[in-house]
């Protein structure tokens, strides 16, 4: 019998909630006819369900997953095996030795699918901020140390984006554990506002941070892929787009940093051994699950389609879906370099 994993789990969800659910007619017996379903689909069948995670946050309503669990164990007991998969056990692990207030990373499923919630809304937030910033020519008089204002040591994006983080510091944005200011945090003042406790971080990370990399591809790469060339001497519309969309791109990318210590979670023995060696490649390669990324692509290559076409007019979109994807693809790259450096770190401050 094929042992029941999170992809089964899921497989349950999806079958349950469906308009031909299975109906055994109590549900020990619909337990073991999907079961028997779940053991004749192929290695590539279950890889799919194990990959959606996402509807893996809807088990805690499904009360068939108690009775498969118990209809498993009671197999196993008549084989002389373990009651618990080595999975489970290893799940069961990791969560047990997470100390209390530590951003409550028990519940690995509901967790993920919580940073899930986040990082979809953040998809919306980031492809209408783009729409806004191409309606502006490159204007690349921005970007130029010294062209917009003989005064300034900076680039005029600089300036400006130093002055918000300024304001934003001051009522405390930078002390949540997401918000990564592009300006060093020794240049920011102190907030004026009593501070907020939060919940210690598994690993003191703010140190670990990719701006210097965002603020490069997204003046190099971005905006010209976006933007019509020239100047049209909107400067500080320019700008004023360019600082919401770098401060959501920085947030979208950092959040990795959550989504490595879950995944760590999941699979300790398999990430530590990885960062035992300062593996990055082995680590990079445990962190990839190609069929969540081409989920999340197409995902935002249609809203893209959806939230950028002038419906009623040309119904040619504002910016070519395959652009905002690309973009997207740089986006998953950056987030992986701060998983791995996050993860490199892991060992280093154990709970």
């Known amino acids: 019998m094929v042992e029941p994993n999170l992809g089964f789990r899921t497989f349950i969800t999806v079958t349950q909630t469906g308009p031909n659910k299975v109906d055994g007619g109590d549900e020990a017996k619909t337990a073991a006819t999907l079961l028997e379903q779940w053991s004749g689909l192929d290695q590539e069948a279950r890889t799919r369900y194990e990959a ?7 088990l805690l309503c499904i009360g068939l997953v108690k009775q ?12 002389g095996k373990s009651e618990e998969e080595p999975q489970a056990k290893r799940l069961k692990k990791s969560v047990s030795s997470v100390p209390k207030g530590v951003w409550d ?6 967790e993920l699918a919580q940073i899930r919630s986040v990082l979809i809304r953040l998809e919306e937030s ?9 309606q502006f020519s490159v204007n690349q008089s921005v970007y130029k140390k010294g062209a917009l204002g003989s005064n300034l040591g900076e680039s005029f ?11 934003a510091a001051k009522v405390r944005r930078y002390t949540s554990p997401d918000e990564y200011p592009f300006t060093p945090r020794s240049e920011l003042p102190e907030p004026m506002l009593p501070p907020l406790e939060f919940p210690p971080s598994i690993v003191p990370s703010q140190h670990i941070t990719v701006n210097d990399q965002i603020m490069d591809m997204y003046i190099n790469e971005v905006v010209p892929s976006i933007c019509a060339p020239g100047e049209d001497g909107n400067y500080g519309s320019t700008a004023t787009c360019d600082v919401a969309v770098l401060q959501l791109l920085s947030k979208r990318i950092h959040y990795g940093k959550f989504v490595a210590e879950i995944k760590f979670r999941k699979q300790p023995e398999e990430y530590s051994a990885a960062i035992a060696r300062k593996d990055a490649n082995a680590i990079s ?10 989920k999340l692509l197409k995902r935002v290559r249609d ?15 504002i910016i070519p879906p395959e652009k905002i994807e690309e973009i997207y693809k740089k986006l998953i790259t950056l987030t992986k370099v701060v998983e791995v450096d996050y993860l490199l770190e892991r060992l280093d401050s154990k709970p």
């Open 303 to 317: 809203k893209a389609i959806t939230y950028g076409t002038n419906a009623g007019q040309d119904d040619q979109p």
């Open 126 to 134: 980031i492809i209408f901020g783009l729409i806004e910033r191409a």
């Open 157 to 167: 994006l600089h300036h400006y984006l130093r002055e918000n983080e300024i304001v």
């Open 285 to 294: 390669e445990l962190i990839t699950h190609q069929i969540v990324e081409d």
């Open 52 to 58: 959606d995670e996402l509807a893996c946050t809807k």
């Open 68 to 79: 498969v669990e118990a209809t498993t164990a009671a197999s196993r007991r008549s084989e």
């Open 105 to 110: 990373f028990r519940t690995c499923s509901m």
